[in-house]
C-alpha cells in the first residue's frame, strides 16, 4: 500500500500537506511539522514589505463547531526577512511551497524573483484577501509564469461567486495546482460587551464547519476541469475519513490547517495517517490513484 | 454554575469583582469566572481580552472558588487600557494555556522572578506550601526599587505566619539587600548543598543569567522557566508566532515552562525572540 501522489510533476511520499498560515513563521516550526509526516510544507503568506497584521484577538476557536475565527491580517516579515528561514529550511532538502499575496502584479513579480533562486517546490498565490476578478488573476498568475519555472498553485476562496471563472483564469494562464479552499468569511460578536472579537472586528473561518464547503468546491473543479489540474483539497480535514471525502472529490492531495493546533501535532499527523491507511486496508486499495475523483464513477 | 473546561474557547466574559495597586504601574484584579472550570496550574497563562482594544498574555497568581487573580502591569496601550478598568467592567479571558511548572519533592525550590514574573511565582508559592515544608521554599524578589517590588505585604506576611524564606534585593538598595536577587540566589548555592530546583519567570535576559548561574553548581538538579515574556497571538498553537528556534516548539502549548534540558536546546533562549510581523530581534 502506498500513500504518495503526484501533482504534476511533484511527487510527494503522501497527500499530507501543512496549510498556509498555520505553524508557518518559522523555518523550525515547518520543519518539525515535516518531521511530523507531512508530504509538504506550505509558509504563512509572504508580501513584499513587513506586517504587523491586525490587533489581537486575531484567532481563536469556536469549540461547539469545532472551527477557527482568525484574522492575522497577513502579518508577515516580508520576504527579504523570510528568506533567512526559507534557506534553513530548504538546506534540510524539506519541500516547501511559499505562500505568497500582493496588491499588486509588480508586487508579487518582486517576491518571486527574490525567491527564485531558492530549491523551493512551488509557490502558492493567495488570492483570499484582495478584490480580485479573472482578469487580475489573469495578471498575477501570468508575471509569476514569466518569471518562474518553478510550479505555481493558486488557492481559490469560496467567496467569489465565479470559482470555476476564477480557476479558468489560472488554469489559461499556466498554474500548476488549484488549491481549494481558503477561509471563509465570518466574525464573532460578544452580546455582553457587545464588541465583535476579532481585532479586526471581520475575519474568516477554517475548521470542521469548512468542509462540505471545500468538498463541494473541489467536487464542482474537478467536474469541470477534470484531469486537467490537480486539486488540492483544504478545509476541516481532522482524521484519515475526511482525506479520503476530499480525495473521492477530485484532490489530489489535501491540506491541513485548524486540526494541528493542538498539543501534540505529530500525533495529529499519525492520527491522519492511520485512518487513510486504514480505509485503503478496508477497501482493497493499493493506492490513491485509485480513489481520486471516485465519486464520480 | 456550569462545570465545563475553560481550555481553548473564543474569550469567556468575566466581571472585575477586585482591583489594587501592586505596586508602582502595576495592578492586581481578580475576575469573577462565569463557569467552574477546572484549576489552574502554576506557570499556565491566560490571553486577556479588553474589548474593542488588544488582547495579550496574563500570568495566573491566583485561583480560588470561581475567582481568578491575575497582575497587569502598564507597558502599552493594551495594558493602559485594562488598568482603566473598574470593579464591574467585563474583559475576557481565554485560557488556561500552556505547560505548568512541575515541581519535584524533597528538594530546595528556588523561585527567582523580577517584575510581572513575580505573578505565576505568586500561584506555584501557594501550590508548594501545600505540599512541601517550608523551609525549603526560598523566594527570591528583585525589582529596581522598593515600589516597584510585586507582592511584597503577601510574601512578608507568609515569612512572619509560616517559615518561608523570602530574600529580597533592590537595584537601589531602597530596600532588602542592594544589587540583583541573583546575588542572593548564588550564596544560597554555596551554602547549600542539597538538592534544589530553581524557578524564574520575568525578563528573559535576566533568566539567562539565572540559567547560566544555575549551571555552575552541580547541586541545582532542574531548573523550570517561563519564557511567556514574548509575542504571543492564538494562545493554543497554532499560529507559530511564539515559535522558539531551532527546536520549533511553541511557548505557548510546549511551553511557556521549560525544563533545563529544553531550555540548552533553544538556542533562541535571551537571544532572540519573534515580533508580531514574525522577523527576529535580539532581545
Not at chain 1, 518569471?147 to 467569489?160: R, S
Request: aromatic share 8%; hydrophobic share 40%.
Amino acid at each position: 500500500m502506498s500513500l504518495e501522489t503526484n501533482l504534476g510533476d511533484i511527487k510527494l511520499k503522501n497527500p499530507l500537506i501543512l496549510a498556509s498560515g498555520i505553524l508557518g513563521a518559522s523555518y523550525s516550526s515547518l520543519q518539525r511539522m515535516y518531521d511530523a509526516g507531512m508530504g509538504a510544507v506550505v509558509t504563512k503568506s509572504i508580501g513584499k514589505n513587513p506586517r504587523s497584521g491586525s490587533p489581537n484577538p486575531t484567532i481563536f476557536a469556536l469549540v461547539e463547531i469545532k472551527s477557527i475565527v482568525s484574522s492575522v491580517g497577513l502579518a508577515n516579515p516580508g520576504y527579504k526577512t523570510f528568506k533567512e528561514d526559507l534557506v534553513k529550511l530548504t538546506e534540510k532538502q524539506t519541500p516547501a511551497i511559499v505562500s505568497i499575496f500582493g496588491e499588486t502584479k509588480e508586487d508579487i513579480g518582486e517576491i518571486i524573483e527574490g525567491l527564485n533562486d531558492l530549491p523551493l517546490l512551488a509557490f502558492e498565490l493567495n488570492l483570499g484577501y484582495s478584490k480580485e476578478n479573472p482578469k487580475t488573476v489573469q495578471e498575477k498568475v501570468g508575471i509569476i509564469k514569466q518569471i518562474t519555472n518553478k510550479p505555481l498553485w493558486v488557492k481559490l476562496t469560496p467567496d467569489e461567486c465565479n470559482v470555476i471563472k476564477i480557476a479558468e483564469a489560472a488554469v489559461n494562464c499556466g498554474c500548476n495546482a488549484l488549491v481549494a479552499i481558503n477561509k471563509v468569511k465570518a466574525m464573532v460578536i460578544d452580546i455582553k460587551t457587545k464588541q465583535p472579537v476579532l481585532g479586526a472586528k471581520k475575519g474568516g473561518i477554517s475548521g470542521s464547519v469548512l468542509k462540505p464547503i471545500g468538498v463541494r468546491c473541489v467536487y464542482d473543479l474537478y467536474e469541470h476541469f477534470g484531469d486537467k489540474i490537480p486539486i488540492i483539497g483544504v478545509g476541516g480535514i481532522s482524521k484519515g475519513e475526511d482525506v479520503i471525502e476530499y480525495l473521492l472529490a477530485g484532490a489530489s492531495a489535501v491540506q491541513i490547517g485548524s486540526a494541528v493546533g493542538v498539543a501534540y501535532p505529530e500525533n495529529m499527523v499519525r492520527f491522519i495517517q492511520m485512518g487513510i491507511r486504514k480505509y485503503l486496508r478496508e477497501q482493497n486499495i493499493e493506492n490513491l490513484d485509485e480513489i481520486i475523483g471516485g465519486a464520480f464513477k | 454554575m456550569k462545570k465545563g473546561i475553560m481550555n481553548n474557547t473564543r474569550p469567556l466574559i468575566c466581571k472585575i469583582v477586585d482591583k489594587w495597586e501592586e505596586c508602582d504601574d502595576t495592578f492586581g484584579f481578580v475576575l469573577e469566572l462565569p463557569i467552574k472550570i477546572q484549576k489552574a496550574k502554576p506557570g499556565q497563562f491566560i490571553m486577556l481580552w479588553i474589548p474593542g482594544v488588544d488582547e495579550y498574555p496574563v500570568g495566573i497568581a491566583g485561583i480560588k472558588n470561581g475567582f481568578i487573580e491575575i497582575g497587569v502591569a502598564k507597558m502599552g496601550v493594551g495594558t493602559s487600557a485594562m488598568i482603566d478598568k473598574q470593579k464591574g467592567d467585563f474583559v475576557g479571558i481565554r485560557g488556561f494555556f500552556g505547560k505548568p511548572f512541575k515541581p519535584p519533592k524533597n528538594v530546595n525550590h528556588l523561585l527567582i522572578g523580577g517584575g510581572f514574573g513575580m505573578t505565576p511565582l505568586k500561584l506555584l508559592t501557594s501550590s508548594l506550601i501545600n505540599f512541601e515544608e517550608m523551609q525549603r521554599v526560598h523566594i527570591f524578589e528583585g525589582a529596581r526599587s522598593k515600589n516597584k517590588l510585586m507582592y511584597l505585604e503577601w510574601l512578608e506576611n507568609l515569612e512572619n505566619q509560616e517559615e518561608i524564606f523570602f530574600h529580597v534585593s533592590t537595584d537601589d538598595g531602597s530596600y532588602g539587600y542592594k544589587g540583583f536577587p541573583t546575588v542572593d540566589l548564588e550564596k544560597f548555592l554555596q551554602n547549600n548543598k542539597t538538592p534544589s530546583v530553581i524557578y524564574a519567570a520575568g525578563p528573559e535576559r535576566m533568566m539567562k543569567v539565572i540559567f547560566d548561574l544555575g549551571k555552575k553548581y552541580s547541586n541545582v538538579i532542574d531548573m523550570q522557566m517561563s519564557l511567556a515574556d514574548r509575542y504571543i497571538r492564538c494562545g493554543f498553537g497554532l499560529c507559530a508566532g511564539c515559535v522558539v528556534d531551532p527546536t520549533g516548539w511553541r511557548i505557548c502549548t510546549d511551553g511557556p515552562i521549560f525544563n533545563t534540558e529544553q531550555l540548552e536546546q533553544i538556542t533562541d533562549f535571551g537571544n532572540f525572540r519573534r515580533t508580531e510581523t514574525g522577523a527576529k530581534e535580539k532581545i
